[in-house]
């Protein structure tokens, strides 16, 4: 059963139509026909909030993991993308197609600001060592683009997608901190087009 057939028995099972979904979800009906024909596949924003609107297990509907329908309203789920911090590409793959899907305690995540902005990547590489390690799983709140002194941000510089401690200079220019000493600081231009803020990093969680 993929995607789209799982989408079909929800929307069967709960009796909806494609104008709800498309309100709920704040897309437009013929997206909402898209996904369910698996003409086009769905956005990581339409799932997370499909799911949030309908109570649907998102591992079962991304992966056929488990049940149908979740009531554990004490956890809520935030998307893997497959973006590794370190390596090349562009920010846009932050809304790519999720790989799979984490639970966090509710409470504890609006702490930290809306999940429905926030992804989990992984992170490549030595640079952040000892705070990050390569292969650490991080947490990145993509509405958080304003430099707080000193806090960790995942980046776009040039082509490349890093993770690095940022600090402000002025007015325009910002210096970016490898933990790692082997590792150079860099300074660069807020002005220029080769340097981007994508989210700050809120959490970090590995394997020992």
């Given at each position: 059963m993929?995607?789209?057939q799982?989408?079909k028995?929800?929307?069967q099972?709960?009796?909806l139509?494609?104008?709800?979904i498309?309100?709920?979800?704040?897309?437009?009906?013929?997206?909402?026909?898209?996904?369910?024909?698996g003409d086009?596949?769905?956005?990581?924003e339409?799932?997370?909030?499909?799911c949030?609107?309908y109570?649907v297990?998102?591992n079962?509907?991304l992966?056929?993991?488990?049940?149908?329908?979740?009531d554990e309203?004490?956890?809520t789920y935030?998307?893997?993308?497959?973006?590794?911090?370190?390596?090349?590409g562009e920010?846009?793959?932050?809304?790519?197609e999720?790989k799979?899907?984490?639970?966090f305690?509710k409470?504890?995540l609006?702490?930290k600001?809306?999940?429905?902005?926030?992804?989990?990547?992984?992170?490549i590489?030595d640079?952040?060592?000892p705070t990050?390690?390569?292969?650490?799983?991080?947490l990145?709140?993509?509405?958080?683009?304003?430099?707080m002194?000193g806090?960790?941000y995942?980046v776009?510089l040039?082509?490349?997608?890093?993770?690095?401690?940022l600090?402000r200079i002025?007015?325009?220019?910002?210096?970016?901190?490898s933990?790692n000493?082997?590792?150079p600081?860099e300074?660069r231009?807020?002005?220029?087009?080769?340097?981007?803020?994508?989210g700050?990093?809120?959490w970090?969680?590995?394997?020992?």
């Open positions: 993929q995607i789209a799982r989408l028995y929800v929307y099972v709960l009796n139509s494609n104008v709800e498309a309100k709920a979800c704040k897309v437009s009906d013929r997206s909402v026909g898209n996904y369910l024909g086009r596949i769905p956005s990581t339409f799932i997370l909030r499909f949030e609107a109570k297990n998102p079962w509907l992966l056929g993991e488990g049940v149908p329908f979740r309203e004490e956890f935030v998307a893997r993308v497959d973006v590794r911090l370190g390596a090349g920010a846009e793959i932050f809304e790519a999720p799979e899907v984490y639970a305690r409470d504890w609006l702490q600001g809306n999940p429905k902005n926030m992804r989990l990547v992984k992170v590489g640079s952040m060592e990050l390690k390569n292969g650490d799983l991080v990145v709140d993509l509405s958080q683009t304003e430099i002194q806090q960790i995942a776009r040039f082509n490349g997608l890093l993770v690095k401690r600090q002025g007015q325009n220019k910002v210096r970016l901190i933990d000493p082997v590792h600081t300074v231009s807020l002005d220029s087009g080769e340097f981007k803020i994508i700050r990093v809120l970090v969680g590995r394997d020992l």
